[in-house]
């Protein structure tokens, strides 16, 4: 009974996978203007506590908030796409409102994959 329930489940998690990946874009390229903040881009802010940190905004697939990897959905992300360095970013937090300053925004490097 246990391995039929766990199979189902197997078949759940591969017919959502299905669904999906039509859906899915492959990001192969950096975007045109590489100053401004967009999926896949690293980031890096300081706090209102003059504090550094680092963030690399994915999809929701692929957050690891452990990693600095962020979804593009979460509040922190939202705030941040198309914004560029130098620009304040105000970001409502569970606990409060934050400022952040937006200091550094790097891509990876692409080898024409």
Do not use: H
């Not at 509040?75 to 569970?94: E, F, H, N």
């Not at 925004?105 to 080898?111: D, G, L």
């Amino acid at each position: 009974q246990y391995r039929k329930k766990e199979l189902r489940e197997i078949d759940r998690r591969v017919r959502y996978l299905q669904r999906r990946l039509p859906q899915l874009k492959v990001a192969d390229k950096p975007p045109s203007d590489e100053s401004s903040i967009y999926f896949g881009a690293t980031v890096e802010v300081l706090d209102e506590q003059e504090q550094s940190r680092c963030y690399r905004i994915v999809g929701p697939d692929e957050t690891d908030y452990a990693q600095g990897s962020i979804s593009m959905d979460s509040p922190m992300a939202r705030s941040l796409l198309g914004r560029t360095i130098g620009d304040l970013v105000k970001v409502q937090l569970p606990e409060r409102a934050a400022e952040f300053e937006v200091t550094d925004v790097r891509y990876p490097k692409f080898n024409g994959v």
